[in-house]
């Protein structure tokens, strides 16, 4: 499984970007999706996932500002972001799982997002 990030960028508060992911390899066996993201001396963290059922999880940091979402039949994963502050830049990974729940299991190499003040 290959997951390749695409989106990022530099963008004032309360701006907004789309993040992008699309999936090739052995894509069949992905269940959730999601995007985790690391700021700065700072641990992973998990922002939001996507069942294959299409449930959803957002981290309570960025509920209601972020969408999950998942094209299939583009294999594609995105996270729409809005309303953004200083405190969401990091980069950002898309990650995959086998199963419908963590650990993911697969992820990207990371887009950079940087909101500036």
């Known amino acids: 499984v290959q997951l390749v990030e695409s989106g990022g960028g530099l963008v004032r508060a309360g701006g907004s970007l789309r993040l992008s992911c699309a999936a090739s390899g052995s894509i069949f066996s992905i269940r959730a999706m999601g995007w985790e993201r690391q700021a700065p001396g700072k641990e992973r963290e998990l922002v939001a996932a996507?069942?294959?059922?299409?449930?959803?999880y957002y981290a309570n940091s960025v509920k209601g500002r972020f969408t999950i979402s998942r094209d299939v039949a583009k294999n594609t994963l995105y996270l729409q972001m809005n309303s953004l502050k200083p405190e969401d830049t990091a980069m950002y990974y898309c990650?995959?799982?086998?199963?419908?729940?963590?650990?993911?299991?697969?992820w990207g190499k990371g887009t950079l997002v940087t909101v500036s003040s």
């Open positions: 990650a995959g799982s086998d199963y419908d729940s963590l650990p993911m299991d697969y």
């Open positions: 996507i069942s294959s059922g299409g449930s959803t």
